[in-house]
Each structure stands twice: as C-alpha cells, then as structure tokens.
C-alpha cells in the first residue's frame, strides 16, 4: 500500500491501469503524461521484454492537497493486457493503492474484458487483497466506436452490482481521461485519510 516519505513529506500512492490488451491503458497513461507539467511529473519509463510492455511514471498533482501536511504522489502504472503475462501482471499488482479497470467498448471485446475482471479479482485475492478494499474506477474506453456496445452491457459483465463508478471515455482522444484520474486518486487519498 502507500508508503510516507518523511523526510520529503510526500505520500507515494500506486495507481495500476487494469484490463484486456489494446483497450487503452496505455493511451491514458500517455495523455496523462502529456499535460502534466514537467516540474510535476517523473519520467515516463517503458519495461519492455520482447514481447510485453509495461509502462509507469509519477506525479505531484495539483489539486488534490494534502494528507494530514503530506503531499501526495501517484505512480502510474499499466498491466500487460494479455493473461498470459499474469506474473507481471500480479507483480505489479504488489502494494496497489487504486485501480482503474480499462474497458474495451468494441463487441468482439466483450469475452476479453471479463476475463480480465476475473483475472484481476483473482491476482488481488493471491495478494491477499480483498476487491472491496482497494478503490476501483471502471472506464469503458473507445466510445466513439462505430459499433460500441451500450455501456449497461459492458458493465452488467465487469460489475454487475454497478458498485464501480463508470467513466465513457475515448482515451485517444483525452475525453474522460482526466476525469477517470481524478476519481480514483480522490478515492485513494479518502481511504488513506480513514485509515490514518
């Protein structure tokens, strides 16, 4: 979970971009770092094997103030999407604060998005992790899709009790980036300030 810096006074929060393969995770990730200001944000570092790719960066938000006179940094991190990387997968997983689940929009996606709900309750479960206790955002991506499946379709197979807050969002294009963000950070540093 999140770790203190005291000596800088900083709260460093792991936020993890979940879902299946090319729905967007790291576009949002990549929208985020373009207009974070410089002096705001870390490197935006790619770990890379021959066939998978992992990205993450950090941040000093703006806006979100402080934690008992604490500022707050959020690492940004992106799973793999497809299962058969599920070790890297889990590993980042480790000390998660937030969670943002990236839903594909488009209707051949259906199957894959389920499966990476399930795989994504299963690898918190092996961190011993309830999914109840770790803030997740829902954002179902690729909106402006052609073919896009309702929105009440995509989420009654990802969260069928509509416990998760919903964002629509085109990552491509920024719409719903920023919001997404904003939310899960807000639910982190509230469950922070309760636990404190």
Known sequence: MSTINFAAREINCKIVYYGPGMSGKTTNLKHVFSKVPGHLRGEMVSLATEDERTLFFDFLPLDLGT???????????TVPGQVF???????????VDGIVFVADSAPNRLRANAESMRNLRENLQEHGIDVRDVP?????NKRDLPDALPTAMIRSVIDPRGELQLFEAMSDKGVGVFETLKTVSRLVLERLSQNK
Do not use: D, E, P
């Open 67 to 77: 934690v008992q006179g604490f500022k707050t940094r959020f690492h940004l991190y």
């Open 136 to 140: 997740i955002v829902l954002q179902i």
């Open 85 to 95: 990387y599920n070790a890297s997968r889990k590993l980042i997983l480790r000390g």
